[in-house]
């Protein structure tokens, strides 16, 4: 059993862009021409909400990227790792049952695109001290112009879709 009982997860936080970019850029900027296949989030199967500090896992034509926020600054990426058929265990202590879900409303209509480029984004705003400057969000721009973003929302992940916040700088990886 992985972390947070999802088989094949080991949180591996990074942080700062330089510690993303060196580790993952080249994997990340690989995946550029090829279709997204598939995602996977988890959500609670009382309630269908979706448990937001899990990963979000993409599936780009065989090969998948896990990405979760944690804390106020950390990302870890994972690579073909997670298991999303295998159930979800050791929460037997709670009152709510996570499980894989193959369908989310900001990823689904992306099934089937080609991802045009992948960028690091990193929150740096130029007019105050900001107690989560410094994060990294995962950009994925389909053809066609349609983007994606992970983004950390102060220590769990946020689905965005449209243009990014103007306090992100963006890096072309």
Request: glycine share 10%; proline share 4%.
């Amino acid at each position: 059993m992985g972390d947070m009982g999802i088989k094949g997860f080991d949180r591996a936080p990074l942080a700062g862009l330089d510690a993303v970019r060196d580790a993952h850029g080249a994997l990340l900027a690989g995946l550029a021409g090829r279709r997204l296949t598939g995602s996977a989030v988890v959500r609670f199967a009382e309630d269908g909400e979706w448990f937001t500090d899990c990963p979000v896992v993409l599936e780009f034509d065989g090969r998948q990227v896990e990405l979760c926020h944690w804390k106020l600054d950390e990302l870890s990426i994972g690579w073909d790792t997670i298991d999303t058929t295998a159930p979800i265990e050791g929460w037997e202590w709670n009152d709510h049952t996570p499980r894989w879900s193959r369908h989310d409303e900001l990823l689904d209509d992306l099934t089937g695109r080609e991802l045009h480029e992948t960028a690091l984004l990193e929150w740096r705003p130029a007019d105050r001290a900001d107690l989560a400057a410094g994060t990294v969000a995962v950009e994925f721009l389909f053809t066609g112009g349609t983007r994606l973003r992970i983004v950390n929302a102060l220590d769990e992940n946020r689905i965005e879709r449209g243009p990014a916040h103007p306090y992100y700088r963006r890096h072309r990886l």
